[in-house]
Protein backbone atom coordinates (compact mmCIF):
# COMPACT_ATOMS: atom_id res chain seq x y z
CA UNK A 1 0.00 0.00 0.00
CA UNK A 2 2.86 2.29 1.02
CA UNK A 3 4.61 1.68 -2.31
CA UNK A 4 1.08 2.59 -4.36
CA UNK A 5 1.09 5.91 -2.23
CA UNK A 6 4.38 6.94 -3.10
CA UNK A 7 3.64 6.28 -6.92
CA UNK A 8 1.55 9.86 -6.75
CA UNK A 9 2.06 13.59 -6.40
CA UNK A 10 -0.83 13.81 -4.03
CA UNK A 11 -0.35 17.76 -3.27
CA UNK A 12 -0.30 18.53 -6.75
CA UNK A 13 -3.96 16.95 -6.80
CA UNK A 14 -7.34 18.61 -5.56
CA UNK A 15 -9.17 16.93 -3.18
CA UNK A 16 -12.70 17.26 -2.79
CA UNK A 17 -12.25 19.69 0.66
CA UNK A 18 -10.93 21.95 -2.22
CA UNK A 19 -7.55 21.82 -0.60
CA UNK A 20 -4.59 19.65 -1.86
CA UNK A 21 -4.74 16.13 -1.75
CA UNK A 22 -1.90 15.88 0.25
CA UNK A 23 -3.46 14.69 3.28
CA UNK A 24 -4.76 12.10 1.93
CA UNK A 25 -1.41 9.98 2.12
CA UNK A 26 -1.67 9.73 5.56
CA UNK A 27 -5.25 9.70 5.56
CA UNK A 28 -4.80 6.24 3.86
CA UNK A 29 -2.31 4.69 6.07
CA UNK A 30 -4.81 5.88 9.20
CA UNK A 31 -7.43 4.08 8.08
CA UNK A 32 -5.27 1.18 7.10
CA UNK A 33 -4.13 1.08 10.52
CA UNK A 34 -7.57 1.36 12.18
CA UNK A 35 -7.94 4.90 13.69
CA UNK A 36 -11.09 6.10 14.34
CA UNK A 37 -13.08 8.76 12.54
CA UNK A 38 -11.08 8.63 9.45
CA UNK A 39 -13.76 9.01 6.54
CA UNK A 40 -12.12 9.79 3.01
CA UNK A 41 -15.08 9.67 0.77
CA UNK A 42 -15.69 13.05 0.70
CA UNK A 43 -12.30 13.58 0.15
CA UNK A 44 -12.73 11.76 -3.26
CA UNK A 45 -16.29 11.77 -4.04
CA UNK A 46 -17.27 15.53 -3.77
CA UNK A 47 -20.85 16.64 -2.82
CA UNK A 48 -22.98 16.05 -5.72
CA UNK A 49 -21.39 12.77 -6.64
CA UNK A 50 -18.67 14.04 -8.75
CA UNK A 51 -15.53 12.45 -8.12
CA UNK A 52 -12.16 14.74 -8.23
CA UNK A 53 -8.59 14.38 -9.15
CA UNK A 54 -7.34 12.04 -6.46
CA UNK A 55 -10.20 9.55 -7.10
CA UNK A 56 -8.16 7.38 -9.13
CA UNK A 57 -4.80 7.39 -7.31
CA UNK A 58 -7.02 6.82 -3.85
CA UNK A 59 -8.52 4.31 -5.81
CA UNK A 60 -5.52 2.43 -6.52
CA UNK A 61 -3.55 2.70 -2.81
CA UNK A 62 -7.42 1.34 -1.92
CA UNK A 63 -6.62 -2.11 -4.02
CA UNK A 64 -3.56 -2.45 -2.50
CA UNK A 65 -4.78 -1.79 0.96
CA UNK A 66 -7.58 -5.11 0.47
CA UNK A 67 -4.52 -7.01 -1.08
CA UNK A 68 -3.52 -6.91 2.56
CA UNK A 69 -3.81 -8.35 6.07
CA UNK A 70 -6.41 -5.28 7.24
CA UNK A 71 -8.54 -5.10 10.74
CA UNK A 72 -12.47 -5.88 10.16
CA UNK A 73 -13.07 -1.97 10.31
CA UNK A 74 -10.52 -0.78 7.98
CA UNK A 75 -11.34 -3.54 5.42
CA UNK A 76 -14.87 -2.53 5.33
CA UNK A 77 -13.75 1.10 4.98
CA UNK A 78 -11.46 0.30 2.33
CA UNK A 79 -14.49 -1.82 0.26
CA UNK A 80 -17.00 0.62 1.18
CA UNK A 81 -14.44 3.77 -0.64
CA UNK A 82 -14.18 1.13 -3.55
CA UNK A 83 -17.62 1.08 -3.95
CA UNK A 84 -18.07 4.88 -3.75
CA UNK A 85 -15.78 5.59 -6.21
CA UNK A 86 -17.25 2.98 -9.27
CA UNK A 87 -20.76 4.16 -8.24
CA UNK A 88 -22.95 6.20 -10.46
CA UNK A 89 -21.21 9.79 -10.22
CA UNK A 90 -22.17 11.94 -12.20
CA UNK A 91 -19.51 13.80 -13.14
CA UNK A 92 -15.66 15.04 -12.48
CA UNK A 93 -14.47 18.11 -11.10
CA UNK A 94 -10.94 19.24 -12.35
CA UNK A 95 -10.10 16.12 -14.53
CA UNK A 96 -9.57 16.82 -18.18
CA UNK A 97 -12.63 17.13 -20.63
CA UNK A 98 -13.00 13.86 -22.87
CA UNK A 99 -12.27 11.81 -19.69
CA UNK A 100 -15.03 9.31 -18.10
CA UNK A 101 -13.93 9.39 -14.65
CA UNK A 102 -16.58 6.16 -13.88
CA UNK A 103 -15.21 4.12 -16.53
CA UNK A 104 -11.58 4.59 -15.75
CA UNK A 105 -12.26 3.87 -11.87
CA UNK A 106 -14.38 0.67 -12.66
CA UNK A 107 -11.35 -0.69 -15.10
CA UNK A 108 -8.87 -0.10 -12.84
CA UNK A 109 -11.48 -1.66 -10.22
CA UNK A 110 -11.98 -4.83 -12.52
CA UNK A 111 -7.94 -5.19 -11.71
CA UNK A 112 -9.19 -6.50 -8.02
CA UNK A 113 -12.13 -8.63 -9.22
CA UNK A 114 -11.23 -12.20 -7.71
CA UNK A 115 -10.22 -9.92 -4.71
CA UNK A 116 -14.29 -8.88 -4.25
CA UNK A 117 -15.19 -12.27 -5.02
CA UNK A 118 -13.10 -14.01 -2.70
CA UNK A 119 -14.13 -11.47 0.23
CA UNK A 120 -17.78 -12.38 -0.02
CA UNK A 121 -16.61 -15.49 1.32
CA UNK A 122 -14.26 -14.96 3.24
CA UNK A 123 -15.78 -12.81 5.78
CA UNK A 124 -18.35 -13.86 8.50
CA UNK A 125 -22.01 -13.69 7.62
CA UNK A 126 -23.24 -9.99 7.78
CA UNK A 127 -19.33 -8.78 7.14
CA UNK A 128 -19.82 -5.42 5.65
CA UNK A 129 -16.70 -6.11 3.67
CA UNK A 130 -18.13 -8.92 2.07
CA UNK A 131 -21.40 -6.47 1.74
CA UNK A 132 -19.59 -3.99 -0.09
CA UNK A 133 -17.86 -6.50 -1.94
CA UNK A 134 -20.80 -8.43 -3.40
CA UNK A 135 -21.89 -4.82 -4.59
CA UNK A 136 -18.64 -4.21 -6.34
CA UNK A 137 -18.42 -7.69 -8.35
CA UNK A 138 -22.59 -6.30 -8.78
CA UNK A 139 -21.79 -3.10 -10.48
CA UNK A 140 -18.22 -4.28 -12.54
CA UNK A 141 -20.05 -7.98 -13.57
CA UNK A 142 -23.23 -6.03 -14.70
CA UNK A 143 -22.64 -7.03 -18.77
CA UNK A 144 -24.60 -10.32 -19.87
CA UNK A 145 -21.43 -12.23 -20.07
CA UNK A 146 -20.88 -12.66 -16.21
CA UNK A 147 -24.09 -11.62 -14.74
CA UNK A 148 -24.12 -15.57 -14.97
CA UNK A 149 -21.47 -15.54 -12.22
CA UNK A 150 -22.84 -13.06 -9.89
CA UNK A 151 -25.90 -14.87 -9.91
CA UNK A 152 -24.05 -18.31 -9.18
CA UNK A 153 -22.17 -16.27 -6.54
CA UNK A 154 -25.05 -14.34 -4.76
CA UNK A 155 -27.11 -17.71 -4.72
CA UNK A 156 -24.06 -19.34 -3.36
CA UNK A 157 -23.32 -16.78 -0.28
CA UNK A 158 -26.82 -16.60 0.14
CA UNK A 159 -26.64 -16.99 4.02
CA UNK A 160 -23.56 -14.34 3.95
CA UNK A 161 -25.32 -11.75 2.80
CA UNK A 162 -28.23 -9.62 4.42
CA UNK A 163 -31.89 -10.00 3.33
CA UNK A 164 -32.09 -7.44 0.54
CA UNK A 165 -29.25 -8.59 -1.45
CA UNK A 166 -30.08 -12.48 -0.88
CA UNK A 167 -31.65 -14.46 -4.25
CA UNK A 168 -35.30 -13.78 -4.35
CA UNK A 169 -36.63 -17.03 -2.81
CA UNK A 170 -39.41 -19.47 -4.81
CA UNK A 171 -42.82 -19.41 -3.31
CA UNK A 172 -42.67 -23.25 -3.68
CA UNK A 173 -39.49 -23.18 -0.89
CA UNK A 174 -40.34 -24.12 2.85
Not at 110 to 124: K, N, P
Request: charged share 25%; net charge negative.
Amino acid sequence: MRLEIERYDWAAMRCGCQRSSGHLAEDLVAVAQGMEGTDLVDHVVAPGDVLVEASLPTLAVALAAIAGDLAEQARAKFFHLILCLIGDNGHAHGLSEGRNPVAECRELARTGLWMFYSEVFAGHSGSLAAVYAFEIVSILDEDGANRDRVLRVQAAAAERLPWDLRPPRSPFED
